[in-house]
């Protein structure tokens, strides 16, 4: 199946400052890419929507301007938390649909877990 | 609204069958997805259903009923590590995933 790779898989920071998650699909092309967020035991809410070449599309409740997104090609679109504060403590996961079909099977990167301290 | 129930969590025993039950409400349907998620892992794909009726894949099956707005994953000759959540996830009329909270399966020996 397709790949979808993410890094850094776990990122500690001090509150305040900012910290960037990279999201790559690695055998295909993916115009489209999805930002989630899951609390413990809880389930994936999602954050926004990453169009490749435009503004990224933010879910009620999402701060476009705490939660950075750039899709800058169609292979990698990263996610920015700025002023990173405990609240933001998360696991955050990309995933992207192969051949951009709304139906298609989605497939999500390794997650990276976020500790801000 | 929209809304995804499937329980919170279940027990099974090793080598046994377990059926994961999914209902779902969403404006418009355009299929439904489960996923094994492992803790502190990413989800992967299981099944994807949008016709009635059960997709069997090996050990897992999935089944869906659209006028019913519910679906079942069944597990055949549970195994240690299929000890994880499984997340039902249905899109709706916009082609959004609405996710449910995800079941706990836990299996014992």
């Known amino acids: 199946g397709a790949v979808v790779s993410q890094h850094p898989s776990w990122v500690i920071c001090k509150s305040g400052t900012s910290v960037k998650i990279e999201c790559r699909s690695l055998d295909f092309q993916a115009t489209t890419m999805f930002w989630y967020r899951q609390f413990p035991k809880q389930s994936l809410m999602l954050m926004a929507t990453s169009n490749e070449g435009s503004k990224a599309t933010y879910e009620q409740g999402v701060e476009k301007d705490k939660f950075l997104i750039n899709h800058a090609s169609l292979t990698l679109s990263t996610l920015t938390v700025t002023s990173a504060h405990p609240e933001d403590s998360s696991f955050y996961i990309c995933?992207?649909?192969?051949?951009?079909?709304?139906?298609?099977?989605?497939?999500f990167g390794e997650g990276s877990r976020l500790t801000v301290l | 609204g929209q809304n995804i129930d499937q329980p919170t969590e279940m027990t099974a025993t090793e080598g046994a069958i377990v059926q994961i039950n999914c209902t779902y409400q969403t404006s418009g349907f355009n299929g439904l997805f489960w996923y094994q998620q492992h803790a502190g892992e990413a989800p992967t794909f299981l099944s994807y259903n949008v016709l009635d009726g059960l997709e069997e894949k090996g050990r897992f099956s999935s089944f869906l009923s659209r006028s019913k707005g519910y679906s079942y994953l069944l597990l055949k000759e549970l195994q240690m590590k299929d000890s994880a959540s499984y997340l039902c996830?249905?899109?709706?009329?916009?082609?959004?995933?609405?996710w449910g909270a995800g079941t706990k399966l836990i299996i014992k020996p």
């Open positions: 996830a249905a899109i709706d009329s916009n082609y959004q995933l609405i």
């Open positions: 995933s992207a649909r192969v051949g951009g079909q709304d139906t298609g099977e989605l497939f």
